[in-house]
């Protein structure tokens, strides 16, 4: 269906209506601009038992006329319905690409219920790389936060996202703020049969996943990726020699053997980074576009957690990924000129796109634009030759023409603006209900 919406600030919302309770964006106050991101929402029932619409807007300002406020544009809305009973909280999650401001919003029968706008954390250039960490222990987070690459000799530090499993979402495209994921702990076997499949998906269109060992790395690593891979993973044993590892990742630290178990990795394919083809402790292979790293200890646990090298170890794991954003970004050959052609198209983009969000009444009929085209044209032809003709002066048909296109332009600037006015107050909305067959 299709309704008129403005942007303008409504009137005071009715006592016992349903509440937006709290609204939060991204992962662990990390988005990406450009990208897909989960906005959660904690919504509460009012005083009556509701079926309402929870939408989350993306909105932009695009400048105005010379001295005017900039006007708030909608660029698109995505949201489900929710039934609310009185006085229940529901959480909910819905993803949205993140190019502009966001607010949530509550409607029920095409009436505003709630409003609420949502703070962004703090927004990512697409241009640096983000790592997603899905872990049992929040200190492997922290460690993967001292991840930096270098761009013009300096160091710009990665940010890095925590994951929980209600912010994996079940759609494969949804993960593209990301260039490599770190999981742990066995979180991917509590992650469901979509959002698994959604992590597959986006390692073959061209994601780094990085799977941390331990006893549970041959649960995780079946659930994502099945047979995909030429590698088995058996029981896992203690007392294992990492000295290889520390040795690979060019960490000063020596490693003990470790009391924890380490799984054994019996590859068929694909590359051994550190450790013998007999006993690998880092492996990683290619799936499509993309690639799977394994690593047969547990990066949480002893002695890797505590161990002063596991900073350089990580660095080392992500080195591919880091290498292909360290050539390209300001100060880049090319970059100044890509920006500067994009922000162009972009502006272009923005202007197109103003157009469609105009009632279809806004625009002239047929019979306006008919009269406008024919009168220029009788006039600028037969006319304008005739008179020139019968003056003698055919020769001014050169300046004639031109002289009556730019009257014409002036013409109709001057009507549609001075006199019907250059404020946008109306915006056509499309609602389209998906049944969930596509």
Known sequence: MSAAASLRPPAALAAGEPEILA?????????????????????RGGAEDLTVRAEVWIVADYPGASGSQPVRVPLGSYGTEVALPPGVEKD????????GEVEVRLTADDRLLARQPVRLPSRRDWAVPMIGVLSREPGLVQAFRGL??????????????????????????RLDAFQALVIQGGRAAALTAAQRQAIAQWVQAG??????????????LAALVGEALPLRVEAATTGADLTPLARWAGAGEALPPTPTPVARLRPEGGAVLAGSPEAPLVWRGSVWQ?????????????????????????????????????????????????????????????????????PPAAYPGWQTVALVLGGFALLAGPLAHGLLARLRRQEWVWAVVPALALANGLGLYVVGVKVQGRDL?????SHITLDGRG
């Open 425 to 429: 107050l109306v915006y056509l909305v």
């Open 290 to 358: 993309g690639s799977v790293t394994v690593v047969a200890a547990d990066l949480a646990l002893a002695p890797l957690a505590q161990w002063p090298g596991r900073a350089a170890l990580v660095q080392a794991l992500l080195k591919p990924v880091l290498s292909q954003w360290e050539s390209w970004g300001p100060g880049a050959p090319g970059w100044g000129a890509l920006t500067q052609r994009q922000r162009k198209e972009d502006h272009l983009a923005a202007l197109a796109q103003l157009t469609e969000f105009v």
């Open 92 to 99: 909910l999650t819905l993803w949205v690409p993140l190019n």
């Open 23 to 43: 609204a939060e964006a991204g992962w662990g106050g990390e988005v990406k601009l450009g990208s897909w991101a989960p906005v959660r929402l904690r919504l």
């Open 207 to 220: 994601g780094a996943l990085i799977l941390s060992g331990g006893p549970t790395l041959a649960e995780d």
């Open 148 to 173: 930096t690459l270098s761009r013009q000799g300096l160091p710009v530090p990665v940010p890095v996202a925590e994951l929980t499993p209600e912010t994996i979402p079940d759609v494969g495209d």
